[in-house]
């Protein structure tokens, strides 16, 4: 059995500090296509809902007349969750307050030539 | 729009499922293809002949998932063009029902299975305790078949208490 294609963008993620979790998922059906996360974390509820945040974000992007959408961050009492997409994937990052958010960032944005 | 129930305890788990789900359609049904509950459709013929086609699928899918994987399939789904359809077996204590939903590109396959958990779960916590234990003949089949969907479809009264258990399991 082959390795998935996203395994190395996500233990290279999964390895940045404070990150509990990073999955890819498909935009229009929320289902995780491959994932890296801590025990206790329900991915297919977060891949779901993340994936609906990005799809409704980005087509709010388009009709504001803002293009695609480059990066998105959504910062909650006890966390973040970062998503960045591409030709209908979504890459999820799941991260604690204490991460370092530029880097996480900077990694994703990195890793988005892996899901075209 | 509000859904439509034959039972009332039905009526808070479907509406949460439409509300969060963004559902088009959403049809809870008995096996046998009584209607419990639905949301979407205007006309009765077309509860019936949804109720009737989802529990034949339903009930082929669960033989041909014995045949193949020795258990029946819990849940199918099927993508058109525009609407994707999902139908799932809702397993309860006391009663068995099949979950059919239509959505477009404003839900999605995840939220929907996540959402029919979620039903599921505020299904088997809302149930009555089984009163009734009635065998099923061709003219009480008939009859409770007819009497839901007048229920749904504003025909018929319910139960003094709001709603009489209308199920009877063999």
């Known amino acids: 059995m082959s390795a998935s294609p996203f395994e190395g963008v996500l233990s290279l993620l999964i390895r940045q500090r404070g990150v509990q979790g990073c999955l890819v998922v498909g935009e229009a059906d929320g289902i995780v296509v491959d994932s890296n996360v801590q025990v206790g974390i329900q991915s297919n509820v977060v891949a779901a809902l993340a994936a609906a945040l990005y799809r409704k974000a980005r087509l709010c992007s388009a009709a504001a007349g803002l293009s695609t959408v480059g990066f998105l961050q959504l910062e909650a009492e006890r966390g973040h969750i970062c998503a960045i997409g591409r030709d209908g994937l979504v890459l999820v990052t799941l991260a604690e307050p204490r991460a370092h958010i530029g880097r996480i960032r900077g990694a994703m944005i990195e890793s988005l030539s892996v899901l075209a | ?170």
């Open chain 2, 1 to 170: 729009m509000r859904t439509h129930v034959a039972e009332p305890w039905i009526e808070a788990p479907l509406q949460a499922f439409v509300d969060d789900a963004s559902a088009l359609f959403a049809l809870l049904l008995h096996p046998n293809g009584q209607v419990m509950g639905q949301f979407g459709f205007t006309r009765a013929v077309d509860v019936m002949a949804a109720c009737a086609l989802a529990a034949a699928i339903h009930a082929s899918a669960g033989e041909l998932g014995r045949e193949l994987d020795g258990k029946p399939f819990r849940e199918m789904y099927h993508a058109g063009r525009d609407r994707q359809i999902f139908i799932g077996d809702v397993p309860t204590t006391h009663h068995r029902f099949v979950f059919l939903t239509v959505f477009d590109a404003e839900s999605s396959l995840g939220l929907v299975r996540i959402y029919f958990e979620e039903l599921c779960a505020l299904l088997e916590n809302a149930q009555p305790p089984l009163l009734v234990e009635a065998p099923i003949s061709a003219a009480s089949l008939e009859h409770d078949l007819n009497r839901n969907l007048a229920i749904l479809f504003g025909r018929a009264p319910r139960g003094a208490d709001g709603g009489e258990s209308s199920i009877s399991l063999a």
